[in-house]
């Protein structure tokens, strides 16, 4: 089996001395003062992202804000303000934590997470030739006990993508950015506040945004394209699925170049099998993701649990 490469590693940390530990704090803390030495790490289409040091609890953390244009948009902040709740109430080994929300000096929100390096699962599918089947098998594996847990407190992530999914220097897998994740109110119905990948296609026409949305629509299921109000966790499993599918034959089960052609492949071809692209696939691989990506959320493989225990097994 071969070695995963040598992971992304956070620049050696001195060993920790008693002054760092023991330093005591002032005696009126401003929260304005809290955060310095801040770096971009990484900037979306709304938001921010910087590593920065936390000096109360001496460590470097990650600090999420909304860009200055859309800082005082109030459905934008609702937004905001979802994305960094979601995030702290999954508290699983396979999410990020998250360790503060509040408010900057100038009043608009931020919420702080921890700081992983490591590489994403795009970097490793780039280089996939390097890596054993069974090592990007547990990656999946990973990726489902955290939509198990997810589902099991009525949160879709809406999401799932390679870039979406970190693997630490520790050989932790986590599952990141739950801004689009649907959940339910007290009544059971859906919120509506929330945009879906497909409502972003008509706000973005940039080059780069459009490379962006393309790449994401070849992980949308179905009824995610159609935007179905009944969207449930089957949809997630569909984007996984593709992920599955990407393991096995290095390609996505859709094809297309274009936005229409996307759409329209994910919603009527019926993708061909992994053994008819690529060498050494196991059966019970493939009849899992072929169940996965069955256009009917009704026939794919019920739920993240299931699906956990068939890529467990000996195939």
Same mark, same amino acid.
């Given at each position: !089996?071969?070695?995963?490469? %040598?992971?992304?590693?956070?620049?050696?940390?001195?060993?920790?001395?008693?002054?760092?530990?023991? %330093?005591?704090?002032?005696?009126?803390?401003d929260p304005n003062f809290r955060y310095a030495y801040f770096q971009t790490v990484a900037k979306g289409g709304k938001?921010?992202?910087?590593?920065?040091?936390?000096?109360?609890?001496?460590?470097?953390?990650?600090?999420?804000?909304?860009?200055?244009?859309?800082?005082?948009?109030?459905?934008?902040?609702?937004?905001?303000?979802?994305?960094?709740?979601?995030?702290? !109430?999954?508290?699983?080994?396979?999410?990020?934590?998250?360790?503060?929300?509040?408010?900057?000096?100038?009043?608009?929100?931020?919420?702080?997470?921890?700081?992983?390096?490591?590489?994403?699962?795009?970097?490793?599918?780039?280089?996939?030739?390097?890596?054993?089947?069974?090592?990007?098998?547990?990656?999946?594996?990973?990726?489902?006990?955290?939509?198990?847990?997810?589902?099991?407190?009525?949160?879709?992530?809406?999401?799932?993508?390679?870039?979406?999914?970190?693997?630490?220097?520790?050989?932790?897998?986590?599952?990141?950015?739950?801004?689009?994740?649907?959940?339910?109110?007290?009544?059971?119905?859906?919120?509506?506040?929330?945009?879906?990948?497909?409502?972003?296609?008509?706000?973005?026409?940039? !080059?780069?945004?459009?490379?962006?949305?393309?790449?994401?629509?070849?992980?949308?299921?179905?009824?995610?394209?159609?935007?179905?109000?009944?969207?449930?966790?089957? /949809?997630?499993?569909? /984007?996984?699925?593709?992920?599955?599918?990407?393991?096995?034959?290095?390609?996505?089960?859709?094809?297309?170049?274009?936005?229409?052609?996307?759409?329209?492949?994910?919603?009527?071809?019926?993708?061909?099998?992994?053994?008819?692209?690529?060498?050494?696939?196991?059966?019970?691989?493939?009849?899992?993701? !072929?169940?996965?990506?069955? %256009?009917?959320?009704?026939?794919?493989?019920?739920?993240?649990?299931?699906?956990?225990?068939?890529?467990?097994?000996?195939?």
């Amino acid at each position: !089996m071969s070695e995963y490469p %040598k992971l992304k590693l956070p620049e050696k940390q001195a060993p920790l001395i008693i002054e760092q530990t023991d %330093k005591g704090l002032a005696q009126k803390i401003d929260p304005n003062f809290r955060y310095a030495y801040f770096q971009t790490v990484a900037k979306g289409g709304k938001s921010l992202i910087q590593s920065c040091k936390d000096l109360h609890l001496n460590r470097t953390v990650c600090y999420k804000s909304l860009l200055p244009e859309f800082a005082d948009d109030e459905i934008e902040q609702t937004r905001f303000l979802r994305e960094a709740r979601v995030s702290a !109430m999954l508290q699983h080994p396979n999410t990020v934590p998250t360790y503060e929300l509040g408010r900057d000096k100038t009043g608009h929100y931020y919420f702080t997470m921890k700081l992983v390096h490591g590489y994403t699962l795009r970097e490793i599918f780039d280089y996939r030739e390097r890596y054993d089947l069974s090592q990007l098998v547990n990656i999946i594996v990973q990726v489902a006990y955290a939509l198990e847990y997810s589902h099991s407190l009525g949160v879709l992530h809406r999401d799932i993508k390679p870039e979406n999914i970190l693997i630490g220097p520790y050989g932790e897998v986590l599952l990141l950015d739950w801004g689009l994740a649907k959940v339910w109110d007290k009544a059971g119905s859906q919120s509506q506040l929330r945009e879906s990948v497909i409502d972003r296609l008509e706000n973005n026409a940039s !080059m780069t945004g459009f490379q962006k949305l393309q790449g994401t629509l070849f992980y949308m299921s179905p009824e995610q394209i159609q935007k179905d109000p009944g969207i449930d966790s089957r /949809s997630d499993i569909y /984007s996984l699925g593709v992920i599955l599918y990407e393991a096995l034959t290095g390609q996505t089960p859709v094809t297309g170049e274009l936005l229409d052609e996307v759409i329209q492949s994910t919603l009527n071809d019926t993708p061909p099998k992994p053994s008819d692209i690529a060498e050494f696939v196991p059966p019970l691989l493939e009849d899992i993701v !072929m169940q996965c990506l069955e %256009k009917e959320p009704a026939r794919r493989v019920g739920s993240a649990g299931a699906l956990i225990q068939v890529l467990k097994q000996n195939w």
